[in-house]
């Protein structure tokens, strides 16, 4: 069974970096489009970030020039490297393989003063 955990997120001020980490069970992001996903409350889910196998990305407007999505085969593991944080970043993000539907649990991410 496919697990995914997602970790790294936390309270950092306005203008601060986090790095967000989606470890994998087995070698299942090798040949799969992973996404990053956030959540706010009160809002849909939507698509943050995505990377292809052959490490094309993708970026939603809103965070373009500011995060950054990598992966790393030997590690089984997608990052999401998000830095410039803004008050309107803050939700529980999370990780996806687009193709089987799989999701993590998701991390908070809190951008706060």
């Known amino acids: 069974q496919v697990q995914l955990v997602e970790s790294g997120g936390g309270l950092v001020q306005p203008g601060g970096s986090l790095r967000l980490s989606c470890a994998a069970s087995?070698?299942?992001?090798?040949?799969?489009?992973v996404g990053w996903y956030r959540q706010a409350p009160g809002q849909q889910r939507e698509l943050v970030a995505a990377?292809?196998?052959?490490?094309?990305?993708n970026y939603a407007d809103s965070v373009k020039g500011r995060f950054t999505i990598s992966r790393d085969g030997a590690k089984n593991t997608v990052y999401l490297q998000m830095n410039s944080l803004k008050a309107e970043d803050t939700a529980v993000y999370y990780c996806?393989?687009?193709?089987?539907?799989?999701w993590g649990q998701g991390t908070q991410v809190t951008v706060s003063s």
């Open positions: 996806r393989i687009i193709a089987t539907g799989h």
């Open positions: 087995g070698s299942i992001f090798r040949l799969n489009v």
């Open positions: 990377i292809a196998s052959g490490g094309n990305t």
